[in-house]
């Protein structure tokens, strides 16, 4: 967890700001014409929260430092904050309901960041298993969160802004690539900005930090609030654009360790690593069972499926920590370097 | 006003107290491998979901009880050595947080090994105990956790003298102490650590076989890694003592507050009220009960 965030080397006759741009300019304008409803569905609504929350966690955990093992709870927080919002506060328009259950899911974070001003490593890592099973605990004894609904499954609302419907895995699609470009951006901005600065400071040596004149309690709790803010917006995308309903059960331990797999193996301290890793963590499973049903028919079923799956993410996590400790993207900037030079060559 | 029911309070207290006994032992387990190496090994539920599995398994399969034990064993130990070589080695001097996350990769590989080899149906786990509740003076004990009780104390026994006594548990001692100086003596740090694993292993399978007669062996046997978290947190990472004080006080008040404060909040408040015990706790005393104080130099 040493590498400062990697920019793209400015020695490159591409500049840094093209290819997220291109990327940007196909996922909005060819993506939708070419996807069917089983891209969108299954793999781009899904890749999208998760790449937030990857994001959300990156800020905390690879930045300042700071390990978090609830963060599913701030997904919950988020997504049953937005769904709250929504119902309970007239004419509150759909951007109110997304800031709003951010906001809360960030004041939650702050609270379940307190003991960071005194623990460290694995006690706070320990501690914050405790925003995990409070969170999960609360959501599920207080009906009054799922509106008293007797299955504490509850639909979630129609997304629309400003009138307009985004109905359909298309416009569900366009909707959360909206919120996620923007919140990245921010978060980009951010990690290269004094607080971004400040986070991989109190990280990389607390004690010098403070010396240098960085707020370390200060720093802490602002990583913390923005990070589970994220955290909460990817949520209310999980839950709105992707699930369609909002239920406490998806939001258990295993979500928050998904989201800690998704930057470890995409790259801890980078943003674009919690796009690599959330899109390995989200094809993994389905190619798995493309291939174990291809190769072993009916012997395969979901049972095995669940099991093996496990096996493979946990044998893949042992791997990135041996082989590649900073993730896809440091063997995507490889990869990309050795070409160039092969080209370079030619 | 009514008179506070003090036979049972005892009874709850008492009750805490002998399912906290059952936390120390999955603690125990984390502070072994915790001491000597300084890994969080997160997959210590596994393991102990892996032995208790086999073994049911085994025995369900008409293996005799003593056999099923050894063989359990053995596996546990060649899985102990296999971690060794395989993930920890290549990971030497890499960062605390690295090493829990491998155990965190660890926990998801043997828990899908376990229920891939040996199924996902729930398996009865009968030690041939009964649980009929004990009388003692108007306060009812359950038969089975005393029995835990006696097993958890005997390990610590046991697993003190060989700390104190013997030439490996010296080793095991120098090693915690400081690895550098170990090395320099001539300890032979893989051996040890690979020792130690094993030593978990059978840590595991004790505690997976009492936590399996009282819950059935399945999945959800290795979440109770979930319920000693808060106890090491309470009694510090690297302290057999603490582990045992921590478990005690971490059963008794998570019993005591799912009684007399459950039912104001709507009950099943066991699954954080350990968290909030132990975070309070830390907040007044940052390493623990018997945790090491940490100096950090800069």
Redesign the interface.
Known sequence: ?TAIASEFSSSHRIPGWLPPVLLLGVAYLIVPFIGTSYLFEAILLPFLALSLAGVGLNILTGYAGQ?SLGSAAFLAVGAFAAYNFNLRVEGLPLIGSIILAGLAAAAIGIVFGL?SL??K???L???T??AQ??V??AL???SWFSNDSASGVIDAPALSIAGIAFNGAVGRYLFSLTVVTLLTFLAYRLVSSQSGRNFIAVRD?E??ARIIGVPVLKTKLLAFAISSFIIGVAGVLWAFAYLRTVEPAGFN?DRS?QI?FII?IGGLASIRGAFFGAALLVILPLALSRLGSFLLGDVFNS??LD?????V??????LF??LE?DGLVSLWDRIRKRSAAVFGRM | MVEFDWLFFFEVLIGGLLSGVMYSLVAIGFVLIYKTSGV?NFAQGAMLLFAALTFVSLVERAVPFALALAITFVLMVAIGIAIER??LR??TN?????L???T??????????A??IWG?QVHGLDLGIEDIPFDFGGIFISQFDLFAAAVAASMVVLLSIFFRYTRVGLAFRAVADDQFAALAIGLRLPWIWATVWAAAGLVALVAGLLWGARLGVQFSLSLVV?KA??V??LGG?DSIPGAIVGGLLIGAAEKLAEVYIGEY?????E??FA??V??AF??VH?S?LFGQKLV?R?
Not at chain 2, 104 to 109: A, H
């Open positions: 967890m390990v003991p005194r623990l490593g694995f006690y890592a320990v501690s298993l405790a099973f409070f999960q605990w599920t004894k207080f040596n004690t010098a331990l360790f800690l470890i049972g095995v099991m093996s799956q496990r096996i993410l946990g044998a893949l996590i042992i920590l041996i400790p | 969080l395989v993930v290549p990971l890499r960062s605390p947080m690295t829990f996350m491998a965190l990769g660890l926990s998801y590989i043997i828990e899908g090994a229920q891939l996902t979930l978290l808060p090491l947190v990472f909040v709507g009950g099943g408040i699954s954080w968290y909030v132990a975070l830390l907040l940052p623990g950090e800069v």
